[in-house]
Nanobody
């Protein structure tokens, strides 16, 4: 059974930084896509950033230049470094794993950007 466990959320002031981590456990085929989505109150879930096991990345326009996604394939872990955070980045951030046409989700971690 594949499980995703996120960590690193919290409260940060505007302009601050946070780093999210997501570790996947279980039997995971080496070719996969891991990434982050977020859902703000009253809004639909949206893609933040994804990274393939081959090293390709995709970012939402709203986070380009501020967020960086990275992976440690040996550890099946994906990271999201978030800099220059804005109040509109406040959301529940969820980790996603897409492997062999199966999709898995973490429980999510809350990021609150507020002074």
């Amino acid at each position: 059974q594949v499980q995703l466990v996120e960590s690193g959320g919290g409260l940060v002031q505007p302009g601050g930084s946070l780093r999210l981590s997501c570790a996947a456990s279980g039997s995971i085929f080496r070719i996969n896509v891991m990434g982050w989505y977020r859902q703000a109150p009253g809004k639909e879930r949206e893609l933040v950033a994804i990274a393939t096991s081959g090293g390709s990345t995709v970012y939402a326009d709203s986070v380009k230049g501020r967020f960086t996604i990275s992976r440690d394939n040996a550890k099946n872990t994906v990271y999201l470094q978030m800099n220059s955070l804005k109040p509109e980045d406040t959301a529940v951030y969820s980790c996603n794993l897409l492997v062999l046409n199966q999709e898995y989700w973490g429980k999510g971690t809350l990021v609150t950007v507020s002074s």
